[in-house]
């Protein structure tokens, strides 16, 4: 008899977990932050002043939440102070911020104060060389990911560069919820697979031929070299020069813009 009585008490333990859990979650995504914390997201990722009111309220909430999950720890002897947290949170929240998805494998934020050294390994054959190469960020599947601080403040303080570290890296985290990072993340609710993959290939294909003929445009060349990447700089394209990405991608623009339930066009 004891050993059905362990187990029923053992579920019990942790029905009652699991609900304290999800009651910690929903009081801190309806939480809003400190008028002094929220003034430093102000500052130090003006873009989200852009923001409807009620997704300013909600990216408050997820930040926060975003904080009690996630670990940030300094490399290479930096400090992580109050403006790193919030910088760093803001932006990564800012990507999901109206949509269902949530980083929830992840719990460990690296950053270092500029761009570090990352030894990555290639594989040919059974032959596995290593080499050192120089990162300004780094996003690993089910985490951690690795970021410079510098590159980081930089891409919050300037929205409209078309640039943004921290974008990029948690794009490739948005990604790989669907279980690999390949430049299909789990799409909204009533968006079709078909068309998303129709206007990612043919956005791809247009980039690739811009690039291969030496013609510039909104996006970096970067973006022809995988559709993990074409993905990721699309994402960031997409909140800091959105008008350009919809004039040149009109499809890709209208698919980044259904799959985050965001349209930046709108925030003017
Ligand atoms: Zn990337």
């Known amino acids: ?21 999800r009651q910690h979650r929903a009081r801190l995504l309806s939480s809003e932050m400190s008028p002094e914390d929220w003034a430093t997201v102000l500052r130090l990722v003006p873009i989200v002043a852009k923001l409807p009111s009620s997704l ?8 926060l939440l975003f904080l009690d999950q996630i670990d940030i720890y300094g490399r290479n ?17 800012l990507l999901i911020v109206n949509s269902t998805q949530w980083y929830d494998s992840l719990r460990t934020v690296l950053l270092y104060p500029g761009a570090f050294q990352s030894m990555q390994s290639q594989q040919d054959g059974y032959l ?8 300004l960020g780094e996003s690993w599947h089910r985490g951690p990911v690795v970021l410079s601080w510098a590159h980081t403040l930089r891409g919050g303080e300037d929205p409209y560069d078309g640039h943004n570290l921290v974008l990029h890296e948690f794009a490739h985290q948005l990604d790989a919820l669907s279980g690999s990072t390949d430049g299909v993340p789990v799409l909204m609710k009533g968006q079709g697979y078909a068309d998303w993959e129709a206007a990612i290939v043919e ?36 909140f800091e020069q959105p008008q350009g ?7 890709v623009y209208h698919q980044m813009s259904l799959l985050l339930g965001l ?4 925030w003017d």
């Not at 300013?56 to 930040?63: E, H, V």
């Not at 294909?205 to 970096?220: F, I, P, W, Y």
């Open 203 to 238: 956005g791809f294909s247009a980039h690739v031929e811009n690039v291969k003929r030496g013609r510039s445009t909104v996006l970096d060349p970067y973006a022809a070299t995988k559709y993990v990447e074409f993905f990721a700089v699309c994402i960031e394209v997409f």
């Open 56 to 63: 300013q309220t909600r990216l408050q909430g997820k930040a």
């Open 77 to 93: 002897g930096l400090v992580v102070t109050r403006d790193m947290e919030l910088s760093l949170a803001a932006q990564a929240c």
């Open 128 to 135: 596995v060389t290593q080499t050192k190469q120089v990162r």
């Open 263 to 266: 349209d930046p066009l709108d």
């Open 1 to 21: 008899m004891l050993i059905p009585y362990l187990l029923v008490l053992t579920l019990v333990i942790a029905a009652i977990r699991y609900w304290l859990k």
């Open 245 to 251: 990405l919809k004039d040149e991608y009109p499809d």
